[in-house]
């Protein structure tokens, strides 16, 4: 019995990289300015938020209402000055890969990534919210932070860790009771 070649795959990363080098240089450049731009402009607007009184330069004087104000602040002044430029590169990209013949395309095979594996990315920001909204409805929001306790922030922690688990565990628990009793009736 003789044993026949496996197929050849039409995966060749190796030499579609070689035959666009050139993009993909331009993209690593890209990417490495994208990075850099988005650190010196938190810089510069963490300069400029102390030097026009946005927020107070010591940390301890710092409310809640100052940490709110320096995140939505820091955030417009990045989508302007890197996202903006960023989504005119991407589209720029996006347009080259778009021209490519389709047997090229065919050729480069990336690799996929794990959904699970930045499944909790979007956790800390709600977090931060519930938290926000926690020291706002305590009438915490313009008081310095200097001043909380220990027992108060480790309250407001559990507290919003209760809320959550009210939110998820109640829905949780119905759709279990109400799948148990349908399986039941259904076997029935």
Known sequence: MTQQAPAQTSVDSKGFLKRHWGALAIFIIAGILICVSAVYVFAWFTGQAQASDLVPSNLGLWSMGNVVMFILNAIFWELLLVGIPAVIGAVIGWQWWRRLPEEEKLQCQFGKGSRSRNAGGAIWPILFIAFALKVYFDGNWNIAISTWTLNYV??????????????????????FVWWIRREISNTV
């Open 154 to 175: 480790v309250g407001s922690i559990v507290t919003i860790l209760i809320w959550g688990a009210a939110i998820l565990v109640v829905p949780a628990t119905a759709a």
